[in-house]
Structures are given as structure tokens and as C-alpha cells.
């Protein structure tokens, strides 16, 4: 079983070119559920011992726990990806993860900031120490751009298309996309970049964001940063990179775009996965009913 899960994990990240941060997720669900049946005392010798109750078992071991519905079935998806791959690859005759059912998943509302919030998180000084220049553009991108914390980090010089206000950034999947920069986001940009330049060239010319160490900034590194840059503006519960890909998202749809076009910018595969930011929206989306539409009763 083991080494069918390696092979496995072998061709999401050479054939299928998942990102690292997608292949460990792979990895640690699929350790999970071996340490599952581990426990159980009936350790598989084979992917063909593995039935549909023990795939059951499993997911009913983890929500008796308490684990998160959202959590629950991207382990799931992990199993059915794996065994669908074991059946094509005629290492199993039938598959045991068809008809898995799922407990139901409660669509949360993302955490994000006003417009009052964000525009005090973008006005900090760029001046002073190179790190507030860096800060400062990494805070633009983020929420000028709406880019994950990973599709941050992995940036390097050679995507920056200042002339074009634009970068060319590599998503989930490794599927790249163009993302339109603002002129806030392209002047901070350009101050970090004559800040960054004269000292890493020659040892670090690759990286768009260095660490104090001179190498490539890390996700945890960019989550320490976001959260002390959120945390001086608003005692918001959630502060991370994701809120403000969340803001970037809402602001959008606030001032009128078009679900389709913010799905684009997200890199989202499917509509759907866009869809969470209407809720958010609704209170721009009543105000024009109201405004609009003549029973909305506000007629003067």
C-alpha cells in the first residue's frame, strides 16, 4: 500500500506538475488514512484489500473527532483521486472510493476588510528601512492583486513586467495566469526593486522577496508579516494573506465587477469556487434592488 501511495504521489508531482504545497497535502492525508487502518489492526498488504467500509470507517473516525467538514472532504478527494489512479493503472480491478458519501460542507464567508482598513494597511510609509519598502509592495500585490500567499512567495524577477503593469504568476497546478497591477502596486514595486537590487544580485538574482537572511521568503515568513501589518490597523479575528486575497475579491464585486472577470483574476478553475464572494456583496446588491427595481417599496 505504501508503495502504491508513492507512486502515486510520483506522478501527481512529475506528470500532473502539483505544487509542493498541494503534493504535502496529498501526502499527509493519504499518511492518515494508513494510519488509520494501522490502528485497526488489519495493516493492507495490498490497495485491493482496501474496501468502501473502511474508507467509511475512516471519514466516520474523523468526524466522531470533530475534524472540520472542509478538512473531512479534502481527504476524501485524496482517496478518490488515489484510487481512480490505481484503477486506471489496472493495479486494483474495481474501485472501493466510487459513491463515497461526504457529510455535508457549510460554505463559510471569508474573512476581509473594509475599505477604511485597507486603505490604512496600504498607506504605511514605503520610506525608511529596506524590509518597510518590501512590506509595502508585498501588501500592494496582495491585495492589489489578489494572489495566494504561495503564488507570492514562488515570484521571481524575471515575472515583473513593470512597463506592462502586469506579472505573470504561476497558481495551483502550476497554472499560470497574467495579473494587472495598479499604479499603487507598480510604484511600490519599483521602490523595492532599486532597494533590493544593488545587495542580492550577484548571490540572489531569481526571488522577487528575500528574507532578512537573503533567501527566499517563506509562506510562514509572509504570514508573520501580514499578520503585524493587519493587526496595526484592525483587531479583525482573521489576519493573513488569504483576507486579503478575500478583500481583494469583495472590493471588486462591491464596486461592481463581474463574477466572471474576478474569477479569472483569482485563477479559479470554476465558477463556483467565485461564487462565496456574493455573499459578501449582498449589501451593494440590495442597494441597488432597493434603488432599482420599482416594488422594492422605497419609492419616494
Same mark, same amino acid.
Request: hydrophobic share 35%.
Given at each position: ?80 483521486? &488515489?484510487?481512480?489512479? *490505481?484503477? $486506471?493503472? /489496472?493495479?486494483?480491478?474495481?474501485? !472501493?472510493?466510487?459513491?463515497? #458519501?461526504?457529510?455535508? =460542507? ?86 523595492? &526593486?532599486?532597494?533590493? *537590487?544593488? $545587495?542580492? /544580485?550577484?548571490?540572489?538574482?531569481? !526571488?522577487?522577496?528575500?528574507? #532578512?537572511?537573503?533567501? =527566499? ?84
Amino acid at each position: 500500500m505504501q508503495t502504491a501511495i508513492s507512486r502515486f504521489l510520483f506522478h501527481l508531482k512529475n506528470e500532473r506538475n502539483l505544487s509542493p504545497e498541494t503534493l504535502r497535502a496529498y501526502q499527509g492525508d493519504l499518511a492518515q488514512f494508513l494510519d488509520f487502518v494501522t490502528q485497526e489492526g488489519k495493516v493492507p498488504a495490498s490497495p485491493g484489500e482496501i474496501d468502501r467500509g473502511r474508507l467509511r470507517g475512516f471519514l466516520s473516525n474523523l468526524l466522531r473527532h470533530g475534524t472540520d467538514p472542509v478538512s473531512i472532504a479534502r481527504k476524501a478527494s485524496a482517496l478518490r483521486t &488515489l484510487f481512480k489512479y *490505481l484503477c $486506471r493503472e /489496472e493495479v486494483i480491478t474495481s474501485n !472501493p472510493a466510487i459513491g463515497l #458519501k461526504l457529510p455535508k =460542507r457549510t460554505r463559510r464567508v471569508p474573512g476581509f476588510l473594509n475599505e477604511m482598513d485597507a486603505q490604512a494597511l496600504m498607506s504605511a510609509p514605503a520610506s525608511g528601512p529596506e524590509a518597510a519598502v518590501r512590506d509595502r509592495a508585498i501588501l500592494e500585490l496582495l491585495y492589489g492583486g489578489g494572489l495566494r500567499a504561495s503564488e507570492l512567495v514562488n515570484l521571481n524577477l524575471s515575472d515583473v513586467d513593470l512597463k506592462g503593469s502586469a506579472l505573470k504568476v504561476s497558481g495551483k497546478g502550476r497554472k499560470q495566469r497574467i495579473v494587472p497591477l495598479g499604479m499603487y502596486a507598480v510604484r511600490a514595486l519599483e521602490a523595492h &526593486l532599486v532597494s533590493r *537590487l544593488p $545587495r542580492s /544580485e550577484s548571490r540572489y538574482p531569481d !526571488p522577487l522577496f528575500l528574507s #532578512k537572511s537573503g533567501r =527566499r521568503l517563506t509562506t510562514a515568513g509572509l504570514r508573520t508579516l501580514v499578520k503585524r501589518n493587519i493587526r496595526r490597523v484592525t483587531q479583525a479575528t482573521k489576519a493573513s494573506p488569504h483576507v486579503l486575497r478575500h478583500t481583494f475579491a469583495t472590493h471588486l464585486l462591491n464596486r461592481g465587477a463581474d463574477l466572471r472577470a474576478v474569477k479569472e483574476l483569482l485563477g479559479h478553475s470554476r465558477l463556483s469556487t467565485t461564487q462565496i464572494y456574493t455573499h459578501v456583496a449582498m449589501d451593494r446588491l440590495r442597494k441597488v434592488y432597493d434603488q432599482a427595481h420599482p416594488r422594492s417599496g422605497n419609492e419616494e
